[in-house]
Structure formats: C-alpha cells, structure tokens
C-alpha cells in the first residue's frame, strides 16, 4: 500500500526565515510527485510535478526536490502570502491515483 | 495551468433531500476525475474515481449507493449525495487529470445538511 508522511504538521516561520518541508514516501513504480498549495475553504493549487531522482523545480520562492525516498518543498525568505497548508501526492501504478499526505501547514509572521 | 470549475461552491440542503455536484474541465479533456471528501484540518480522503464513459471505481468504505458519480464527457462529471444527512456535511472537491498529466482541482463545495 502507498503511503506518504509530511513532516513537520505545522510550520511557524518569522518572514524572511527560509525553511524545508519534507514528504516521505513508498509508492510501488512512482509516475510522479506532485506539489499542492491549498489555502483554507478552497481547492488545491498546483505547484510542481517531479518525475525523478534528482530532479528539482522552482517557482518563485519555493523549490521542490526528489529523492528515491522523500521530496523537499525548500522556502527561500517566505512572506505572509506564502502561509497555507503544502500537500504533497506521490502517484505509483496503483490505478494511476495519487496519495495524499497530511500536508504542513506553514503559517509566516510579519 | 489548466482550469477546473466545481458548482455550487457551497450548498444547504435539509435532510433526506438530494444534491448534485458539478466538476467541469474548462479548457482540457479530462480522462480521469476524481471525488475527494475533506474534514476540517484533514487531507483530502478519496472517494472514487471516475473515467469518462466507464462505471465509477469506490474507495473502500464509501457507499456507492449515496455518492453517485456520472461521469459523462470528459469534460463532466457529477457527484450526487442522495438522502443526505448531517454527518455527509463536509468540504467536497473534484480533481480531473488528463492522461500522464498532474490533476488540478476545482474550488470545492461546501456542504450542509440541516
């Protein structure tokens, strides 16, 4: 069975004070890990795909990484906006779905 | 990034009644859709999955007799909470995906039963 863990569940930071997210994982025949923003009452937003070891992508003041067992969401000097809750959602060959962590939500103070 | 649009965003039904779910892919064929419950400070639970055109696949422990899902192009599909009570109130959100692509998601929906 795919499972997933993000750590830590909460997240307080200082704004301006970077700080890494983690995501560990076992999914048979990763396809993909992906990386969602979701603020409170809506829907997921999507921030990255990574498809291999070693590979990473960035998009403003975020940068995702992926190993064989776990991903990174790195947030460089994060702001107020960047407070929400980070999922993360490997997807094996198990029926093409994805599995969701908890997720951490990271709350920036001014 | 692609567009999915859910409707309503939020709904208040009284007990016994019936209320459907609307998730459409606005600006790409969606091969797969899928149907997620949230609760308050929880992740998304999968419910079902559904492919255009094909029967609904359930997640363990989810009544497919009250969740009813029609997913009838790939650009549709629709989740029917039929006789709902208090306990299905909850924060309902719809992704779709097309093949080897990442999901996006719509707004949610909102559901109260009063």
């Known amino acids: 069975e795919d499972q997933v863990t993000q750590s830590p569940e909460a997240l307080r930071l200082q704004e301006g004070e970077s700080s890494s997210l983690n995501c560990s994982y076992t999914?048979?025949?990763?396809?993909?890990l992906f990386w969602y923003r979701q603020d409170p009452g809506k829907g997921p937003e999507f921030l990255f795909t990574?498809?291999?070891a070693g590979e990473e992508k960035e998009k403003e003041r975020l940068k995702a990484t992926l190993t064989k067992k776990e991903s990174f969401l790195h947030i460089t000097a994060p702001k107020p906006e960047d407070s929400a809750t980070y999922l993360c959602?490997?997807?094996?060959?198990?029926?093409?779905?994805?599995?969701f962590g908890d997720g951490t939500t990271l709350t920036v103070k001014p | 990034g692609a567009v999915v649009s859910q409707h309503p965003s939020w709904v208040i039904c009284k007990s016994g009644t019936s209320v459907k779910i609307e998730c459409r892919s606005l600006?790409?064929?969606?091969?797969?859709m899928f149907w997620y419950r949230q609760f308050p400070k929880q992740s998304l639970m999968l419910m079902a999955t559904?492919?255009?055109?094909?029967?609904?696949?359930?997640e363990q422990g989810v009544e497919k007799d009250k969740f009813l899902i029609n997913h009838a192009s790939l650009t549709l599909s629709t989740l029917t909470v039929t006789s709902a009570h208090p306990e299905d109130s909850s924060f309902y959100i719809c992704?779709?995906?097309?093949?080897?692509?990442?999901?996006?998601f719509g707004q949610g929906t909102r559901l109260t039963v009063v």
């Open positions: 992704s779709a995906r097309r093949q080897g692509y990442e999901a996006f």
């Open positions: 999914v048979s025949g990763l396809r993909g």
């Open positions: 990574l498809y291999s």
């Open positions: 959602a490997p997807r094996g060959t198990n029926a093409g779905k994805s599995t």
């Open positions: 600006d790409f064929q969606a091969t797969t």
């Open positions: 559904s492919n255009e055109g094909s029967k609904a696949t359930y």
